[in-house]
């Protein structure tokens, strides 16, 4: 851990997020926070340059895992479901 943790203002400025969203990361274990008292955390900066290379030891790298390439979502037939109907519906076409 490094020497001077950072305020939660102080590390989300440097993450250039909202406060709050730090604060939903650490509850949701994304990024951990040390709570110092029942409303302060303070944010270890060594653990935000590991967050942001994505090299956390808990994290998806950690054990292997490897996050699903965009490529692999399957896209057939999205664009088509979610397109919308021409306008003035099916008689349009026949005038």
């Known amino acids: 851990m490094s020497e001077r943790l950072l305020t ?4 989300s400025e440097y993450l250039h997020v909202r406060p709050e969203t730090l604060l939903a990361w650490d509850r949701s274990g994304k990024l951990r926070g040390y709570r110092i008292s029942t409303n ?5 900066p060594a653990e935000i340059e590991s ?3 994505g090299t956390r030891e808990d994290g998806p790298g950690a054990r292997g895992e490897v996050s699903p390439a965009p490529s692999a979502v399957p896209t057939r037939g ?3 479901q979610l397109s919308p109907a021409p306008l003035g519906g099916e008689d349009a076409s026949r005038s």
């Open 40 to 44: 302060a955390l303070r944010w270890d």
């Open 8 to 11: 939660t203002r102080e590390a």
């Open 78 to 80: 999205v664009v088509s």
């Open 51 to 53: 967050f942001l290379r």
